[in-house]
Nanobody, 114 residues
Framework: QVQLVEAGGGLVQPGGSLRLSCTAS????????LSWFRQVAGKKRELVAL???????HYVAFSEGRFTIERDDSKNTMYLKMNSLKPDDTAVYYC????????WGQGTQVTVSS
């Protein structure tokens, strides 16, 4: 059975940092393109960043320069380091693994507030 488990969310003050992790089981992790998405209640889930099996990365406008996506295939784990967090970054963050199939984690809440 495939499982993706996110961790590392929580409450942080504006300007602070968090590192999310996503650990997978049940897949050949190194074959998969990995992504972080986020979703605010009532809004569409949106891409945050992605990393290919070869390590190539892609960021969207709001994550470029503040967030860093990484993968450690030896640990079946992907990370999202988030710096300079803003209240607008408050959302549930999800990881996704895609290859010939797609799998999602259950999400982890990130709240940026003073």
């Amino acid at each position: 059975q495939v499982q993706l488990v996110e961790a590392g969310g929580g409450l942080v003050q504006p300007g602070g940092s968090l590192r999310l992790s996503c650990t997978a089981s049940g897949i050949v992790f190194s074959d998969y393109a990995l992504s972080w998405f986020r979703q605010v209640a009532g809004k569409k889930r949106e891409l945050v960043a992605l990393i290919s099996p070869t390590g190539a990365t892609h960021y969207v406008a709001f994550s470029e320069g503040r967030f860093t996506i990484e993968r450690d295939d030896s640990k079946n784990t992907m990370y999202l380091k988030m710096n300079s967090l803003k209240p607008d970054d408050t959302a549930v963050y999800y990881c996704r693994a895609s290859y010939h199939d797609t799998h999602w984690g259950q999400g982890t809440q990130v709240t940026v507030s003073s």
